[in-house]
Each structure stands twice: as structure tokens, then as C-alpha cells.
């Protein structure tokens, strides 16, 4: 997480004050029914394996929140892609600069 901290304070360095960052992540649906055999789609599973070679991890609305906050930012919408603002395949954070 020290990594990502330096990277947005890196970031909030060089934006000026009207700037904005907006952070995209992809979302996927839980594999349903549970347990089933075989699954519907093998790429929930197959995103893990990569964020596991990556050294990465998914994160929750309030940690990104929190990361930003840590590296000088706040923040300011969240944009949810799916249908009805329910989330489809991506989330899209909206940051500012604090102050």
C-alpha cells in the first residue's frame, strides 16, 4: 500500500488545485449459484491469479477512500456503470485535492 500512497502523493504533487483523478476499477459479480459445477465463467478466477502475480488487491469503496485521503486527496463521486446506477463492469472514483 506504501507504493500506491507515493504514487497518488506523486500525483497530487504535480496536479494543480481545480485538478481531478479519477481511479477506474473493473467489478465482477460473484459466480452464482455457488458451487456450481463448472462455474459459468472462469474469469473471476482468472483476475485473481493475475492480481496475485501482480502483488495486487481489490479494494472496497471506503479503502480507496482512505488511500486517497493518506496521499492528499478527498474523495467526490463515485460512478457506478451499470444499469439504474447499479454497478456494471467498472467503478469510477472521482478524487480532489484536499483544501
Not at 500506491?4 to 476499477?25: G, N, R, T
Not at 495486487?56 to 486517497?68: C, F, V
Request: overall charge negative; some cysteine.
Amino acid at each position: 500500500m506504501a507504493e500506491c500512497i507515493k504514487i497518488l502523493q506523486h500525483i497530487a504533487d504535480a496536479a494543480d488545485k481545480d485538478s481531478k483523478l479519477i481511479l477506474i476499477e473493473s467489478t465482477i459479480n460473484p459466480v452464482s449459484p455457488p458451487n456450481s459445477f463448472p462455474p459459468p465463467t472462469t474469469l473471476p478466477y482468472l483476475l485473481d491469479v493475475q492480481m496475485l502475480c501482480l502483488n495486487a488487491q481489490e479494494r472496497t469503496e471506503s479503502q480507496y477512500e482512505a488511500l486517497g485521503s493518506q496521499a492528499g486527496w478527498e474523495l467526490a463521486k463515485v460512478w457506478k456503470t451499470g444499469e439504474n446506477g447499479q454497478d456494471g463492469a467498472f467503478r469510477h472514483y472521482e478524487f480532489r485535492l484536499k483544501g
